[in-house]
């Protein structure tokens, strides 16, 4: 699971893919975890942070930032139209602006928006 914002500060209209996103609303965390349980705030041992992160629903253990994000065929770092249709997207109702505490990951956002199948 991963968080598109289409309108970030400082990101000069990009698209963004959110990472190690360390605070949401509450509204869009209940959002989010009523689709995605696992989805948890919860320490990366490899980078010695705190984020909400993808957790296996068995173990409990996190997929980390960079597994999920870092490198390009990544998860969320598709390269192509064909990795980008690969992923599902659904949109989060808002009525406004929202403040979240995270990394904006640029350069795939829009290849992501334009290809993923909504559901």
């Known amino acids: 699971m991963a968080l598109l914002a289409p309108r970030v500060a400082n990101a000069d209209g990009q698209i963004c893919v959110l990472g190690q996103i360390e605070e949401l609303p509450e509204d869009i965390l ?4 009523q689709k995605v349980p696992t ?12 984020y ?8 409990k253990v996190i997929s980390g930032h960079f597994f999920l994000h870092g490198e390009p065929g990544a998860p969320f ?8 249709r690969s992923l599902y997207m659904k949109e989060i109702p808002l009525s406004g602006e929202v403040e979240v505490d995270a990394s904006p990951g640029l350069g795939v956002g829009e290849l992501i928006m334009e290809n993923a199948k909504r559901i």
Do not use: I
């Open 39 to 50: 989805f948890q705030f919860r320490t990366s041992r490899m980078g010695g942070t705190r």
């Open 52 to 59: 909400f992160a993808n957790t296996c629903p068995k173990c």
């Open 77 to 84: 770092f598709p390269t192509s139209e064909a990795e980008a």
């Open 30 to 33: 209940a959002f989010v975890q």
